[in-house]
């Protein structure tokens, strides 16, 4: 297992601007695909972007595409969600997560997740 730590929510207006962030434990981070997920109120959780040990291959869900980007450094054991014109349906809690095995889309193919971090977007 791996202990993820997520930072950088926050309360934004739409059109902002925000970064999050996921320190990971352990000497391995650099092996795992990644991904950040959500959950919004009443809502089952959804992918969001994922991005290859490497950082050369992502992949996002299309509401996000051409908004946000997904990075990551791996001599800091940190990957990034930069989220740019931010909406109001943005709003959710934000997790980053180990991909495990499964489609890069699903929640299930996700494990080792961290607490979380609030965005809340504001019209």
């Known amino acids: 297992q791996v202990q993820l730590v997520e930072s950088g929510g926050g309360l934004v207006q739409a059109g902002g601007s925000l970064r999050l962030s996921c320190v990971a434990s352990?000497?391995?981070?650099?092996?795992?695909?990644m991904g950040w997920l959500r959950q919004a109120p009443g809502k089952e959780r959804e992918f969001v972007a994922t991005?290859?040990?490497?950082?050369?291959?992502?992949y996002y869900t299309d509401s996000v595409k051409g908004r946000f980007t997904i990075s990551r450094d791996n001599t800091k054991n940190t990957v990034y969600l930069q989220m740019n014109s931010l909406k109001p349906e943005d709003t959710a809690i934000y997790y980053c997560?180990?991909?495990?095995?499964?489609?890069?889309?699903?929640?299930?193919?996700?494990?080792?997740w961290g607490q979380g971090t609030q965005v809340t977007v504001s019209s």
């Open positions: 991005i290859n040990w490497s950082g050369q291959n992502t």
């Open positions: 352990g000497r391995t981070f650099s092996r795992y695909r």
């Open positions: 997560a180990r991909w495990y095995s499964g489609a890069y889309d699903s929640a299930e193919a996700y494990d080792s």
